[in-house]
């Protein structure tokens, strides 16, 4: 690979050498051009001043002519004198067609070297193009190159990892050999404990079966006296329940008549017997009757309400408070009707010098880019502004005035190209991004778009997402996607330098179709 890389470098130089021979070339020919056309120039200024002189003579030998016919008639002398006249004719028409034939030869010659001019420049292109995928090939070669080395130096640390490992391996098994051959030697005394062990084992399971039968008897007992101990403890649990119930009967009664009649429980033990009628105590559903009367009579009394005073001064605050707060947000709403008054007309006198600025700008654009027309913004609802409609009017050159939903689909793109630039121009922002517009273009179409984007590169930067050759070409960096394998894609950039923008008076031929998805 590095034999690779200095054969591309070399032929990189060769190339780079040609290419410098080339311009050079193409420098003397443009110098050898400009030298037969300042030659032609003088040429065909000779030629228009031997012209003048042919029209001089011409004009001098009518003259002359007239004159011989005049001499002729008056004298019969002038013989000699017409044959040097005729004789400076032919040698005056001679010369013309002399300087003639230089001109036909320097044509000729000023076409051979625009023609080597224009090899010259194929030649040129063609050198660059290929010079630049060679330096793509040795860009890939380094990468390559790079990633071997790291490859190279990761499998060189990794078999010097395996070879500490097998040797860390191979002490191991080392100590496990010898731990295995100490293990053997043990073996035998402790066949002979095992067997020691063996039968005191026997004996101690001798001993747990006898033990076993005599717990299995005191279990039996055991679980005898538990189930009488059972019976105790569930007869005492329902004694405990019972007392708890009539505990808790006892001391309800208690607190319902304490908290009921206000009176403690030493002054009911206290109180006299009460005097009955005809001198009986009556039957307890006879009392419980006379009760219930007397409680459904206090009830009906109700119950005295000793804070009234306190919850009307609460009620009064309350009431005060939500005046207050009442006559608060009544302020606040007429505050903010007027706020939203403020603000509808700051809005409506701002959108309306917007749409002026944009209606004004639309109506340039759309010229610009149609190259003639007319067209313009139209509010559906003047009365409100903010609420209204945008109606697009617009004629093409050539077309009678229509909305822009009934032009063409070129048309319409051109329109709405014309509206944001329109936009933009109100506004302008430092960066603009724009995808495909000009998929719907033709060539026309698309030149005076590609102008219209060039008038703007002083105030923002475009990125354009297109596959038009025509955009591509006024781009000062291209970016595209290309697949060189299946399934593997790779961004390709082409950046025009200052170097390659010297030959953009005579712009090669494109050679390569773009990629299928390409960013300008």
Known sequence: MEE????????????????????????????????????????????????????????????????????????????????????????????????????????????????????????????????????????????????????????????????????????????????????????????????????????????????????????????????HLDDIRSKKSASDVELAQLQVRRQNQIERVTGDYRVTLEAIAEAPEPEWENGERPEREALETQIAELRAKLEAMGPVNLVAIEEHRELEERYTFLTQQQTDLTNSKAQLMDLIQQINKTTTEMFADTFAKVNANFQDMFVKLFGGGSAKLVLVDEGDVLESGIEIIARPPGKKLQTVSLLSGGERTMTAVALLFSLYLVKPSPFCLLDELDAALDEANIGRFVSAVKGFLERSQFIVITHNRQTIAAAHTLYGVTMQEHGISKIVSVKFSEHESRADHYPPQPTSTPAPSTTA
């Open 4 to 227: 690779n890389i200095r054969r591309h470098e070399e032929t990189l130089n060769t190339i780079a050498g040609e290419e410098n021979g080339l311009i050079d070339a193409t420098r003397n020919a443009r110098t050898a051009l400009d030298e037969r056309r300042r030659e032609l120039n003088t040429a065909e200024g000779e030629n228009r001043i031997i012209e003048q002189e042919v029209k001089q003579a011409r004009e001098r030998a009518e003259t002359v002519a007239w004159e011989m016919q005049s001499i002729e008639a008056q004298h019969k002398s002038g013989d000699e004198k017409r044959t040097g006249i005729l004789s400076a004719i032919e040698e005056v028409r001679t010369q013309q067609a002399d300087r003639r034939s230089a001109i036909s030869a320097k044509t000729e010659e000023l076409r051979d070297a625009e023609q080597n001019r224009n090899r010259c420049s194929s030649e040129a292109a063609e050198r660059r193009i290929r010079f630049s995928e060679t330096r793509q090939a040795v860009q890939s070669l380094s990468d390559s190159t790079a990633q071997l080395g790291a490859r190279t130096r990761e499998l060189a640390a990794l078999i010097d990892e395996r070879s500490r490992g097998v040797s860390t391996y191979l002490s191991r098994i080392a100590d496990l050999a010898r731990l295995r051959e100490e293990a053997e030697a043990r073996i035998a005394p402790l066949q002979a404990d095992v067997t020691k062990e063996n039968e005191t084992l026997e004996q101690e399971r001798a001993h747990r079966d006898e033990t076993s039968r005599t717990l299995a008897q005191l279990d039996a007992t055991l679980r005898a006296k538990r189930t």
